[in-house]
């Protein structure tokens, strides 16, 4: 007794308020090169413009946070060789500028057109105006992209697949 169908019973006896998601936006890039001459310099990775009242995506790859809050980020990024010659890309989140969390190093299959999925959850407690923005580089090699794939088209489905994709999702607590 006590509670509703807004509230539930904390473990230490006291009612609360789920989270809930107060936003979603989802934006997704095109074919994307991170060739570089020199290791462990990155660059930005971009993905569409879109936005809500919470989040703006610009085309250059900037995530602008517009309202404080705590905001989960789903990335995925489809990696591979361009050439057959062993190369291993750096992946970093940076939250106005400053690298946060751990580097990911992601190994690509020395075969080219051999695909390397990467996923990453982080979770954010932002400011309003922050700006997020993850980058890849390379730690060894140069010949590494991020691939769009084309798929075949079956009945009225077709298209491609993205090269990246990141689903920002505020959560009002």
Do not use: C
């Amino acid at each position: 007794t006590g509670g509703n169908s807004l509230t539930y019973l904390k473990g230490d006896g006291t009612w609360a308020t789920p989270l809930v998601t107060s936003s979603i936006l989802y934006a997704t890039g095109g074919s994307q090169d991170i060739d570089h001459s020199v290791p462990a310099t990155t660059a930005d990775i971009t993905f569409s413009n879109v936005s809500n009242t919470d989040v703006e995506i610009s085309i250059t790859g900037e995530i602008s946070f517009q309202n404080a809050g705590l905001y989960i980020v789903e990335f995925f990024g489809n990696f591979k060789l361009s050439t057959a010659v062993l190369s291993e890309v750096m992946f970093q989140p940076f939250l106005d500028a400053s690298a946060k969390y751990n580097s990911a190093y992601i190994q690509l299959p020395i075969t080219p057109d051999i695909y390397r999925p990467f996923t990453r959850t982080d979770v954010f407690q932002v400011e309003g105006g922050q700006i997020l923005n993850y980058e890849a580089g390379h730690v060894s090699g140069t010949n590494g992209e991020l691939i769009a794939l084309q798929v075949q088209s079956i009945g009225n489905m077709g298209g491609y697949v993205p090269s990246a994709s990141v689903t920002v999702s505020r959560i009002k607590i």
